[in-house]
């Protein structure tokens, strides 16, 4: 088997790939990624000599490149993990998201097609990780299912809702093998510390301020990345084509409960006072657009394949933190950009 994983040198691509490349000696697992700010092969080290492992770097925007990948490899699956993937971001830069997400998507989807129609598609299968943020905005009550109507309300989530149609386009126009799902807030080691919870364990070390949008009232579902990674293993092997499954952590927060939370964890790893972190807690200015809630009905996954979250949401975040600790160069390198500086004088 050659498998070709995209953006598996970001926060869950990593996770993927060192899960693919220890579980399934005998697959040949390619890694390709641009390495932008959030991509880096320091997440990799552990697995840096894994024979069938191939690291390759390039941009899926770039028709040519991804063709000629194509045709010299000649893939018989592909697992779809490359994108823009911070809403604040998409805020400011709507158009970097509508490139990769969408473009980057259906440059992947073209060459899937021309080499797998040649071949015939039997077993072959094309794997589109996308979010719960496709579906919108919850109130209070009600949980997205896979047949939840997208509703996205960032230039993030509607990026990966236009990837999401195209992919179920070529699996209805061309008979293109597909497998989707939608999973919910990701977190644990090697998570880019501008989301919520690694930015805030970073602040929290560094005694900086936390910043909370609007009044916290926010709610996610929160789920530990290595389940993650098990559901997507899960799904490439046994999912159905043509099907989407939702992945979720059975674990809705509102932002500033889970924020008082960590705040109380740090505290006592870092033996300081009970109560010392949450002072830096700072409510400000909202995010434009910011979706109220998000919440994933699992059923399918659990019933179908037997997936289910292998840790709880206190033992998911002491495990992150304590990796956060222990990794304290790791951070400082990703937010001076010090490995980027590096690998771009690798690969140029
Ligand atoms: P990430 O930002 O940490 O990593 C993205 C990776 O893609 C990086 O390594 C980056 O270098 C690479 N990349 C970006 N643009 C590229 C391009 N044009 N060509 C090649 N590589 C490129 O993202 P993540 O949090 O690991 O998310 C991975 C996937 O999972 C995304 O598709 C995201 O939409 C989806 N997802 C994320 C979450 C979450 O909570 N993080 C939840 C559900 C789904
Ligand atoms: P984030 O980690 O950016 O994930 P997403 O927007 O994809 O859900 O944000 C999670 C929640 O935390 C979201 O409601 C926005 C909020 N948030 C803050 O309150 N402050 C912050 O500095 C960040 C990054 C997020």
């Not at 604040?88 to 980057?104: C, W, Y």
């Not at 805030?200 to 996610?220: A, C, H, Q, S």
């Not at 997507?232 to 092997?237: A, G, M, P, Y």
């Not at 500086?341 to 140029?348: A, E, I, N």
Request: a negative charge; hydrophobic letters at 35%.
């Amino acid at each position: 088997m050659r498998i070709l994983v995209t953006g598996g040198a970001g926060f869950i691509g990593s996770h993927v790939i060192r899960r693919f490349v220890t579980k399934y000696p005998s697959y040949n697992i390619y890694n390709v990624d641009k390495l932008t700010y959030a991509g880096n092969l320091e997440n990799l080290k552990d697995i840096e000599n894994c024979e069938n492992h191939v690291f390759i770097k390039g941009d899926i925007v770039n028709e040519q490149f991804v063709n000629k990948i194509f045709e010299e490899i000649n893939f018989d699956g592909v697992v779809h993990l490359a994108a823009e993937s911070h809403v604040d971001r998409s805020i400011k830069d709507p158009l970097a998201f509508v490139k990769t997400n969408i473009i980057g998507t259906v440059n992947l989807l073209n060459a899937s097609k021309r080499i797998w129609e040649k071949d015939n598609s039997t077993g072959k299968r094309f794997y589109h990780i996308s979010t719960d943020e496709v579906y919108g905005s919850l109130g209070p009550d009600g949980l997205f299912t896979e047949t939840t109507c997208y509703d996205p309300n960032s230039p993030y989530s509607a990026s990966k809702a236009s990837s999401d149609h195209f992919v179920r386009a070529y699996g209805e126009t061309y008979n293109m093998p597909y497998v989707i799902t939608n999973c919910s807030n990701n977190y644990g080691p090697n998570h880019f510390p501008e989301k919520l919870i690694p930015l805030f364990i970073n602040n929290i070390m560094e005694n900086k301020p936390l910043p909370v949008y609007g009044d916290g009232k926010y709610t996610r579902d929160w789920l530990y990345v290595e389940d993650h990674a098990d559901a997507i293993d899960l799904v490439f092997h046994r999912g159905k084509n043509h099907e989407t499954y939702n992945i979720g952590g059975f674990n809705e927060w509102q932002n500033i409960d889970l924020v008082r939370l960590l705040c109380d964890i740090m505290d006592r790893k870092l033996a300081r006072t009970l109560g010392t972190s949450q002072k830096l807690i700072t409510h400000v200015k909202d995010r434009p657009g910011h979706d109220l809630r998000y919440a994933i009905d699992a059923t399918k996954i659990t019933k179908e394949l037997g997936w289910r979250p292998s840790v709880t949401f206190e033992q998911g975040l002491e495990k992150t933190i304590d990796w956060f600790l222990a990794n304290k160069e790791w951070l400082n390198n990703v937010t001076s950009g010090e490995y980027q500086d590096y690998y771009d004088k690798m690969y140029s």
